[in-house]
């Protein structure tokens, strides 16, 4: 079982900034991809940026340019630094991984999210 636990968020005015923080705990094998979906009121959930352990790194376009993801392996931690945000980046942010638990099996996990409202 992984627990993520995301940090970061709040209320910023359009063309601020702001960063995410995201940190997997609990029993698991390893960690493959850790990353960043967000989902607004009455949308669907949106792959924002992932980190494969091997692999490209995925940067939607809506944000491209504009966000960027990092990651570090020693802490089972991933990062969201946010720039130039825009009121249409408001949502819920939620953390996401896949996680080795045991030699067969890698499952998708999620944290509980954490608010950006971007306003003035």
């Known amino acids: 079982q992984v627990q993520l636990v995301e940090s970061g968020g709040g209320l910023v005015q359009p063309g601020g900034s702001m960063s995410l923080s995201c940190v997997a705990s609990?029993?698991?094998?390893?960690?493959?991809?850790m990353g960043w979906y967000r989902q607004a009121p009455g949308e669907e959930r949106e792959l924002i940026a992932t980190?494969?352990?091997?692999?490209?790194?995925y940067i939607a376009d809506s944000v491209k340019g504009r966000f960027t993801i990092s990651r570090d392996n020693a802490k089972n931690s991933v990062y969201l630094q946010m720039k130039s945000l825009k009121p249409e980046d408001t949502a819920v942010y939620l953390c996401?991984?896949?996680?080795?638990?045991?030699?067969?099996?890698?499952?998708?996990?999620w944290g509980q999210g954490t608010q950006v409202t971007v306003s003035s």
């Open positions: 996401h991984c896949i996680a080795q638990d045991t030699v067969k099996t890698w499952r998708n996990y």
């Open positions: 609990g029993t698991f094998i390893s960690l493959d991809a």
């Open positions: 980190m494969p352990t091997g692999g490209d790194t």
